[in-house]
């Protein structure tokens, strides 16, 4: 600790009769020391050597010298007062890194009200460096400030929710809009916070804000972390999903299958199919929710009624629905990933309704498929509304026939299995459809004789291809004591 540190106090008392004095060498003098003093706080002994009083007068300091833009839109705040304000807001950042006692200080000392009017200020007057670094020192500053304390937390939130997050995202900096996710992120510990969050208006602003980010740049590790919490609410599907963009809604979609691939625990949700919401539908430890897969499977089914109606080349070239298809295909492939995880979404197998849903849009693709080929201009994954289409209906019918009785009997029931037996081959708009197609003929034959002799059947009455076409697609046929097996063989 530096002789300088030493004497913080007896220089903020100078300061603090001096404050009115509005001369550049007054200001230039202040930075100078407050420069001094932020290296200073960087050591936890000098911030555990700071008293009340220092806190206080650091905190008028700012408030005395926040820069406001003038009446001129053109005109932009002092840079020396900016200079004076980043250092004493770099000067209470440092002081608050783990300390609580300095958290509770600058907390009672008025500091979040001058983040507040820094934020609004700056984030309306024109850009530039000098005021960017500003802002990312404020939200830096509100940022240590509620680290691990429940107060400091609920005072800031009480004063920046909404209007402050808002005037970030808005601003438009992207380090600013990344230390605001930090802070976001670490406000939403508290439950009425992540609430109040997803139920106002503004928030439903501020989390699109968040999307934005998450869309823009994959990496930005604290938007990502505030999409898998607000993820594992039932009350985000039902209160804040309807109402977002399609592009918006696709880059929920992407994380969430993301979030789903790594639950690996048991689900604490009710197992009724449908997953009423509640308390039961919308409990879990681990991951997802079971109510918000089954909300998204109702979404999936409302919007696949629809969606082969978008497909045909004119119609994908010029419909300005085309997103919906794109939109159906999202919710097909996280549903797919949810039914493979047995355990945690076991519910989703018992929903009769989805099965039918996805093995009618497969019949229709399939039709669709036959009779017009996909123009090359859509022979892209970006582009093409249905690429992946059929092997992800295969996959979902394929998971949710998985040690599945009464699924793999509807299956039989509505003619599916001719239908999978179709896509036993390669399709360049299906990547690995077929390897899909022969683990669904897996599953639907696991302990089924029935499954079995259906197939069985579909060779020796001619109803279907024949053996040596199945075992072309790598299926085949065999009789043992009368009882037909069905297993997999290498492609001819």
Request: aromatic share 6%; charged share 25%.
């Amino acid at each position: 600790m530096t002789e300088e540190f030493k004497n913080l106090s007896i220089k903020l008392i100078e300061f603090e009769k001096l404050n009115t004095n509005s001369s550049s060498e007054y200001k230039r003098k202040v930075t100078d020391v407050l420069k001094q003093v932020v290296n200073e706080l960087k050591d936890e002994e000098c911030r555990n050597a700071l008293i009340s009083d220092d806190i206080s007068r650091l905190c008028k300091l700012l408030q005395t010298f926040i820069p406001v833009p003038l009446e001129s839109s053109s005109a932009l705040p002092d840079d020396r007062d900016i200079n004076l304000c980043t250092e004493c807001v770099r000067c209470l950042r440092n002081a608050c890194v783990q300390n609580e006692q300095n958290q509770n200080w600058i907390g009672q000392s008025g500091a979040v009200g001058s983040i507040k009017d820094l934020i609004a200020g700056l984030c309306s007057s024109e850009s530039q460096e000098s005021i960017s670094v500003l802002i990312r020192c404020a939200v830096q500053l509100a940022g240590n400030l509620v680290s691990g304390n429940t107060n400091t937390r609920t005072l800031l939130w009480r004063e920046l929710f909404p209007q402050s997050f808002l005037s970030v995202f808005n601003y438009e900096d992207t380090k600013a809009s990344t230390y605001c996710c930090m802070l976001l992120h670490e406000c939403l510990d508290d439950d009425l916070h992540l609430q109040q969050l997803i139920k106002q208006p503004e928030g439903q602003q501020i989390i699109e804000a968040v999307l934005r980010l998450c869309e823009e740049e994959m990496q930005h590790d604290f938007s990502l972390q505030i999409m898998q919490k607000l993820l594992t609410t039932c009350e985000f599907m039902l209160s804040a999903y309807d109402n977002l963009p399609v592009t918006a809604k696709l880059t929920v979609l992407d994380i969430l299958a993301a979030v789903i691939s790594q639950s690996d625990g048991p689900s604490c949700a009710s197992n009724s199919p449908t997953v009423p919401m509640g308390e039961e539908g919308c409990k879990n430890n681990v991951g997802v929710p079971v109510f918000t897969i089954a909300y998204l499977a109702e979404q999936f089914e409302d919007l696949a009624k629809g969606a082969m109606a978008l497909v045909t080349e004119e119609q994908s070239r010029h419909s300005t629905e085309q997103m919906i298809p794109v939109l159906t295909l999202r919710l097909l492939k996280v549903l797919g990933i949810a039914a493979s995880n047995h355990e945690v979404y076991k519910p989703l197998q018992d929903r009769e309704s989805l099965l039918q849903t996805t093995l009618e849009l497969l019949e229709r693709a399939n039709l669709s498929g036959s009779s017009k080929q996909v123009p090359s201009t859509l022979n892209h994954e970006e582009t093409s509304p249905v690429y992946g289409l059929k092997r992800d209906l295969v996959r979902l019918i394929g998971n949710m026939c998985y040690k599945h009785k009464p699924n793999q009997h509807k299956v039989r029931e509505l003619q599916g299995i001719p239908l999978i037996l179709e896509h036993c081959k390669i399709d360049d708009q299906n990547p690995f459809i077929s390897q899909w197609a022969i683990l669904t003929i897996r599953n639907l034959c696991a302990d089924n004789q029935e499954n079995q002799a259906f197939i069985a059947g579909m060779t020796t009455q001619g109803a279907a291809p024949s053996t040596d076409f199945l075992r072309e697609m790598g299926v085949e046929v065999e009789m043992r004591d009368g009882i037909p097996y069905v297993k997999t063989t290498a492609k001819k």
